[in-house]
């Protein structure tokens, strides 16, 4: 473990995370230093370095607490590294402060995370039982860890920027729902994505629970040298603990809720509440209150949300799709064709399975990605027009859609070309179509 009385600590980054670790900090006797490459601002307690004097103040410090986006090759960490400071994350500093008697669900994937995290904790407080989602989620674990004195589990969404700083995180039960390529202009290559990832369960036990996605063949294999309790859920194969036979959702041959009770749409969200369900039973809660839950969750702000009937035209928010896979699932969520608002910030994605999909009818682009999307629209004979931004996307829809028409936004792409994160970009939309008469 991490000894962080009497150290020198700095925290590299002031967004939300930052500012949680230093609120954390603060209650132990350390020496708090913090930088930001865009942000400068004194905080109480805390001594502000220079971004552009960090390297020559490096000797001086013992331990770095970096943003979980900050990328691991600029210099400052590059420096760190040799001079083996210890780089953490807000979530490894937050570990080393939890009571131990509180439980940890950590769940990670490609897609779903906060969908799974979410439905986890509404059925442990269906059951009575204290739980808050944390992590990346939106809600920094170190608040958490100061402001939920009464919680019993802590349930915590983890990306693999968050995941590749830990050390010493030890969950209770680890949740992998899936993996497919993401976030290859941070990790570089998909086998480090993958690792990141994979430090999800490095620190487990025999003691220990992970619970699986069994449909994905990355994953059965990763499991095979990892010593712990293991269950897995599965679409397709009922000799797993949890599976669909008969579109009813089974857990060791026991119909739990059945698929047209479920309000959350597609298939990728089949896997969520299956992977919900198997955590619920997990915590032996009941079948009753884990199918009411179930029941009556819906879809969460910006993943697949309903927004407006206007003019015949239907409005869906998926500004949370921020890589092509979430994409693809949304679109296979629906039943008929939609006209697709797709682009954002460049970072090499491949669009072409989401052209190709024969529910993207007619695609409108926009930010970095738009003549790249552009071109590989044409060549694959999808119709295509190319706005700026966002809001000329909307604009442009105004001219093209019909009565019966589903507009979904799912850009496949980060927002970060045009806003600070997915929620200002869906936010954004969902203004604008609430603006529309």
Same mark, same amino acid.
């Given at each position: 473990?991490?000894?962080?009385?009497?150290?020198?600590?700095?925290?590299?980054?002031?967004?939300?995370?930052?500012?949680?670790?230093?609120?954390?900090?603060?209650?132990?006797?350390?020496?708090?230093?913090?930088?930001?490459?865009?942000?400068?601002?004194?905080?109480?307690?805390?001594?502000?370095?220079?971004?552009?004097?960090?390297? #020559?103040?490096?000797?001086?410090?013992?331990?770095?607490?970096?943003?979980?986006?900050?990328?691991?090759?600029?210099?400052?960490?590059?420096?760190?590294?040799?001079?083996?400071?210890?780089?953490?994350?807000?979530?490894?500093?937050?570990?080393?402060?939890?009571?131990?008697?509180?439980?940890?669900?950590?769940?990670?994937?490609?897609?779903?995370?906060?969908?799974?995290?979410?439905?986890?904790?509404?059925?442990? &407080?269906?059951?009575?039982?204290?739980?808050?989602?944390?992590?990346?989620?939106?809600?920094?674990?170190?608040?958490?860890?100061?402001?939920?004195?009464?919680?019993?589990?802590? $349930?915590?969404?983890?990306?693999?920027?968050?995941?590749? #700083?830990?050390?010493?995180?030890?969950?209770?039960?680890?949740?992998?729902?899936?993996?497919?390529?993401?976030?290859?202009?941070?990790?570089?290559?998909?086998?480090?994505?993958?690792?990141?990832?994979?430090?999800?369960?490095?620190?487990?036990?025999?003691?220990?629970?992970?619970?699986?996605?069994?449909?994905?063949?990355?994953?059965?294999?990763?499991?095979?040298?990892?010593?712990?309790?293991?269950?897995?859920?599965?679409? %397709?194969?009922?000799?797993?603990?949890? %599976? $669909?036979?008969? &579109?009813?959702?089974?857990?060791?041959?026991?119909?739990?809720?059945?698929?047209?009770?479920?309000?959350?749409?597609?298939?990728?969200?089949? %896997?969520?509440?299956?992977?919900?369900?198997?955590?619920?039973?997990?915590?032996?809660?009941?079948?009753?209150?884990? &199918?009411?839950?179930?029941?009556?969750?819906?879809?969460?702000?910006?993943?697949?949300?309903?927004?407006?009937?206007?003019?015949?035209?239907?409005?869906?928010?998926?500004?949370?799709?921020?890589?092509?896979?979430?994409?693809?699932?949304?679109?296979?969520?629906?039943?008929?064709? $939609?006209?697709?608002?797709?682009?954002?910030?460049? !970072?090499?994605?491949?669009?072409?399975?989401?052209?190709?999909?024969?529910?993207?009818?007619?695609?409108?682009?926009?930010?970095?990605?738009?003549? !790249?999307?552009?071109?590989?629209?044409?060549?694959?004979? &999808?119709?295509?027009?190319?706005?700026?931004?966002?809001?000329?996307?909307?604009?442009?829809?105004?001219?093209?859609?019909?009565?019966?028409?589903?507009?979904?936004?799912?850009?496949?792409?980060?927002?970060?070309?045009?806003?600070?994160?997915?929620?200002? !970009?869906?936010?954004?939309?969902?203004?604008?179509?609430?603006?529309?008469?």
């Amino acid at each position: 473990m991490v000894e962080f009385n009497n150290k020198n600590v700095l925290v590299l980054g002031l967004q939300k995370s930052g500012k949680a670790a230093i609120r954390l900090l603060k209650t132990i006797n350390t020496t708090i230093y913090i930088t930001d490459e865009k942000i400068m601002e004194e905080i109480d307690g805390t001594t502000y370095i220079p971004y552009q004097d960090l390297l #020559d103040f490096i000797d001086n410090i013992d331990i770095i607490v970096k943003s979980p986006g900050i990328p691991y090759d600029i210099p400052i960490l590059v420096k760190a590294r040799e001079k083996q400071v210890l780089i953490i994350g807000e979530i490894e500093l937050a570990y080393h402060f939890i009571d131990k008697n509180k439980v940890i669900v950590a769940v990670t994937g490609t897609n779903g995370k906060t969908t799974t995290t979410s439905l986890i904790t509404e059925i442990l &407080k269906a059951s009575n039982i204290e739980a808050v989602s944390v992590g990346n989620i939106g809600y920094a674990l170190s608040d958490a860890v100061l402001d939920e004195a009464n919680c019993d589990v802590y $349930v915590i969404e983890l990306s693999s920027f968050q995941l590749l #700083d830990t050390h010493f995180f030890k969950p209770h039960i680890g949740i992998i729902l899936n993996l497919t390529e993401a976030h290859l202009d941070y990790h570089h290559t998909f086998n480090n994505y993958v690792n990141a990832k994979m430090n999800l369960l490095k620190q487990l036990t025999s003691d220990s629970i992970v619970i699986y996605n069994a449909d994905n063949k990355l994953i059965r294999k990763k499991m095979k040298g990892i010593r712990c309790h293991k269950y897995a859920f599965s679409l %397709y194969d009922n000799i797993y603990d949890t %599976y $669909v036979e008969n &579109k009813a959702i089974k857990y060791n041959g026991t119909t739990i809720i059945r698929q047209e009770e479920i309000k959350l749409p597609g298939e990728h969200n089949l %896997y969520n509440v299956l992977a919900a369900i198997t955590c619920a039973k997990v915590f032996y809660i009941e079948n009753k209150i884990i &199918k009411n839950t179930v029941a009556n969750f819906e879809s969460l702000p910006h993943r697949i949300q309903f927004v407006r009937k206007v003019n015949g035209v239907t409005y869906y928010n998926d500004s949370k799709s921020t890589n092509p896979e979430s994409t693809i699932c949304a679109l296979n969520a629906f039943t008929e064709p $939609v006209i697709l608002l797709l682009g954002g910030y460049e !970072r090499n994605q491949d669009f072409t399975e989401i052209i190709k999909h024969q529910n993207s009818k007619i695609i409108i682009t926009f930010g970095q990605t738009k003549e !790249r999307i552009q071109v590989l629209a044409r060549s694959l004979n &999808k119709t295509c027009f190319v706005c700026d931004d966002l809001e000329g996307a909307l604009n442009y829809v105004q001219n093209i859609t019909q009565y019966g028409d589903i507009v979904l936004l799912s850009p496949a792409s980060a927002s970060w070309d045009q806003f600070c994160d997915y929620e200002k !970009r869906g936010q954004m939309f969902i203004d604008y179509v609430n603006r529309l008469h």
